[in-house]
């Protein structure tokens, strides 16, 4: 039975993208969870990190820009000594791993490693898409049911927004595409106004509704927007365990990138674009949509 963390979650307040500050930061959150959570599930919330410290990674083996942003959990030196000890590797198999290394799945070093080993880097976007291929690979297996199930919606929304960038711009997109599901076939081979996905995928037409509008702003909020619904839905039944933690984490991270920015402007975006959803959207009865709180 997973761990309930009882007091460190009914000590958590309520958040919502409506917000104009937030009680603590992400590092705030993560200091607190460090000191609460079993070793196992901290290393969770760790993961969902994944994603940007592995392009941040390939930023420091690619020497491009170095600015990780206020996230960033590793530095550019510590990426530099990474890939140093896999270029060792190259040479030296049997030489030991330093620890803190120990947190990453294995494709992390393997990747780097292949990378090092061809006689050019590939172009860039082609190392990414073969760590994002990976990347994903990982997350569909993973014992946790979040990390899986938000990671899976991650990928959909990626694979939908290349699929419609691409048909709009004409680009042969398909090699862009991550995964091998029937999802992504549809994508990916169909001429279908709809990819033929019809009604029995839901999620391509909440995208589509937030794809058609036309200031790239609204689009980025109402993304996140819906990223925040689907964690409601998929942690309703969840009330003290690991996966509301996660789920907490994870809207955390959005409403603070948000706050980052303009302030009045975010808050004028997000009443637009929640109006919007709320008369286009399907969610589930139990959530009250209220477009003013305050």
């Known amino acids: 039975m997973a761990k309930q963390y009882y007091y460190f979650i009914a000590g958590l307040p309520a958040i919502s993208m409506d917000d104009s500050k937030l009680a603590y930061s992400p590092e705030q959150f993560r200091e607190q969870a ?34 990780f942003g206020p996230e960033a959990l590793y530095d550019h030196a510590f990426w530099q000594e990474f890939i140093d000890h896999h270029k060792h590797l190259i040479s030296n198999p049997s030489a030991p791993e330093p620890p803190e290394y120990s947190a990453f799945p294995s494709f992390v070093g393997d990747m780097v490693i292949d990378l090092l080993k061809e006689e050019d880097l590939p172009p860039y976007p082609t190392a990414e898409h073969r760590l994002l291929q990976a990347l994903f690979a990982f997350y569909a297996e993973h014992t946790n049911r979040f990390i899986r199930e938000w990671f899976n919606l991650e990928r959909n929304i990626k694979n939908i927004l290349v699929a419609l960038n691409g048909r709009n711009h004409k680009l042969d997109y398909a090699k862009y ?36 509008q036309n200031n790239i702003l609204y689009r980025e909020r109402g993304y996140d927007i819906l990223r925040n619904k689907w964690i409601d839905e998929e942690n309703f039944f969840d009330y003290f365990n690991i996966d509301r933690l996660l789920g907490y984490y994870s809207k955390l991270r959005i409403i603070h990138r948000w706050l980052r920015a303009d302030a009045d402007l975010g808050k004028e975006v997000f009443h637009d674009t929640l109006n919007k959803l709320e008369n286009s959207f399907e969610f589930p009865e139990d959530f009250n949509i209220k477009i003013k709180q305050k």
């Open 34 to 67: 460090r000191a609460q959570l079993s070793e196992g599930d901290y290393r969770l919330i760790e993961l969902l990190h994944l994603p940007s410290e592995l392009a941040n990674l390939l930023k420091v083996l690619y020497k491009k820009a170095t600015d």
């Open 177 to 212: 595409l991550i995964g091998e599901d029937d999802t992504v076939k549809n994508l990916a081979h169909s001429h279908a106004a709809d990819f033929g996905l019809g009604k029995e995928h839901p999620l391509f037409d909440n995208v589509l509704r937030i794809y058609d």
